[in-house]
């Protein structure tokens, strides 16, 4: 059995406690939680004929001036990046996030998640904001923490990702 580290980074209130619960408990909660430093959970998944166990550190939200503390992600072999598409400003996060990991621990192999895509009427991100971190992230993606959707193959494709390194 393969053991794979991966994180969930971004702002405060973008919804990574929410993809993990959708990921790995199939549960949606409207009330928000707040993390306080880490949270691990864990998921077997099946990335082609090897069983792999991901170990999912929910790491507390970056806010201002907050960094992210790098023990939290050092030994992680990749990391979802996570955005609220109804604030363009966690994408400014996002890639401050992504310049202290290749500072602080080095390039990791990541995917953008810019998550709320249930909110359709209150959906603030252009394509063109996300251009500056698709150059580095393996793909950009679209979720729904609440519908469900796009969860799994963030996770699914970062475990493929991370197998494969």
Known sequence: ???????LLGAAGVGKTSLVRR?????????????IGVKVDK?????????VTLMIWDVAGAEERFS??????????????????TRPATLEAAAEIVAQMDRDIGPLPFILVVNKKDLADAW????????????????????????GEGVEEAFQRLAQAMVLA
Do not use: C, H, W
Request: aromatic share 8%; charged share 25%.
């Open 1 to 7: 059995m393969i053991q794979k580290k991966l994180a």
């Open 23 to 35: 990921f790995v408990n199939s549960l949606f909660d409207e009330k928000y939680l707040t993390t």
């Open 43 to 51: 998921k077997p998944v099946r990335v082609g004929s090897d069983d």
């Open 68 to 85: 992210v503390p790098s023990s939290y992600v050092r030994g992680a072999s990749g990391y979802l990046l996570v955005a609220d598409g």
């Open 124 to 147: 603030r991100v252009q394509d063109s904001e996300l251009d500056a971190l698709k150059p580095r992230s393996l793909a950009v993606m679209t979720s729904s923490a609440k519908t």
